[in-house]
């Protein structure tokens, strides 16, 4: 079955860095899409960014472009975010997820979450 | 960028009742539309895709429906383990925005 397991998260001080990892496996990881999500405490699911199947192309929302970088690891089945400048407000518990065949039936696979703390 | 607006933020609703979830999008997005179930700390889970099909598995007390810049999510008759938050989310444009949710409150 398919499994999506985030891990990487924890408590960084505005202005620093840490990077997500998402473990996958139960799937031909080289033919989807990624996603990753990320939802504050409290607030609604705000998407964060997407990498093609086959890593051509990446797409950002406009609160995290030019600090945020989303990669994948085909060898390792494993998606990636790289958080850099992080703000309090990318506090968050961030989801990985898997997008459907060719994108036509939405995030169909979705971790449980890894929660990122920003606080001086 | 396409801004998605649902409607109500809340609802309050027993056991049994029909409840109908209404979204909007800022430009036409066709049928490239997902909803989607959050139950508190767990992640979202995919209840409806390309507007109107149903995910394997989600019962068929779901129905979704409309397209364009339209959309709604019906339950039929509302159970027990519906108590949860609606996601709407567009998947036309690589901003893949979502709604801000929908909540479902026992009355």
């Known amino acids: 079955q398919v499994q999506v397991v985030e891990s990487g998260g924890g408590v960084v001080q505005p202005g620093g860095s840490l990077r997500l990892s998402c473990a996958t496996s139960g799937f031909t990881f080289t033919r989807y899409g990624m996603h990753w999500v990320r939802q504050a405490p409290g607030k609604g699911l705000e998407w964060v960014a997407f990498i093609r199947y086959d890593g051509s192309n990446k797409y950002y929302a406009d609160s995290v472009k030019g600090r945020f970088t989303i990669s994948r690891d085909d060898s390792k089945n494993t998606l990636y975010l790289q958080m850099n400048s992080l703000r309090i407000e990318d506090m968050a518990v961030y989801y990985c997820?898997?997008?459907?065949?060719?994108?036509?039936?939405?995030?169909?696979?979705w971790g449980q979450g890894t929660l990122v703390t920003v606080s001086s | 960028d396409i801004q998605m607006t649902q409607s109500p933020s809340t609802l309050s609703a027993s056991v049994g009742d029909r409840v109908t979830i209404t979204c909007r999008a800022n430009q036409s997005i066709s049928t490239w539309l997902a909803w989607y179930q959050q139950k508190p700390g767990k992640a979202p889970n995919l209840l409806i895709y390309k507007a109107s099909s149903l995910e394997s598995g989600v019962p068929s007390r779901f129905r979704g429906s409309g397209s364009g810049t339209e959309f709604t999510l019906t339950i039929s008759s509302l159970q027990p383990d519906d108590f949860a938050t609606y996601y709407c989310?567009?998947?036309?444009?690589?901003?893949?925005?979502f709604g801000q949710g929908t909540k479902v409150e026992i009355k």
């Open positions: 997820a898997k997008d459907s065949w060719f994108g036509e039936s939405g995030l169909d696979y």
């Open positions: 989310q567009q998947y036309y444009s690589y901003s893949y925005t």
